[in-house]
């Protein structure tokens, strides 16, 4: 597997693309994390257009197994972050076999 881009090589992508500087396109994507981690914590989701959407899901208190003993343990109730792609990019990157 590729290594992954890193947000230095996003930047200079962005500053690229767009012919500005790596100081704006760093202030840009900065911005839009601090965006959608705003919004996703004041309203539970947040829509990355052409991307996914980014959801609060509250899971319920269950039971479980310590794999290591066998002991049944109690999990309790917590809230995870979750981020459902859009169908477009799903397709786009995975077709689908019709």
Do not use: H, W
Request: glycine content about 8%; charged content about 30%; some cysteine.
């Amino acid at each position: 597997m590729a290594k992954l881009m890193t947000k230095g090589q996003i930047v200079t992508q962005l500053a690229g693309k767009f012919d500005t500087s790596k100081k704006a396109a760093a202030c840009f994507v900065d911005e839009y994390a601090a965006l959608a981690i705003a919004e996703t914590k004041k309203k539970g989701a947040f829509v990355l257009p052409g991307i996914g959407k980014s959801v609060l899901v509250k899971r319920k208190a269950r039971m479980g197994r310590n794999p290591a003993t066998g002991e049944t343990i109690k999990i309790p109730a917590k809230t995870v972050v979750k981020i459902r792609p859009a169908k477009a990019f799903k397709e786009a990157i995975v077709p689908s076999k019709k």
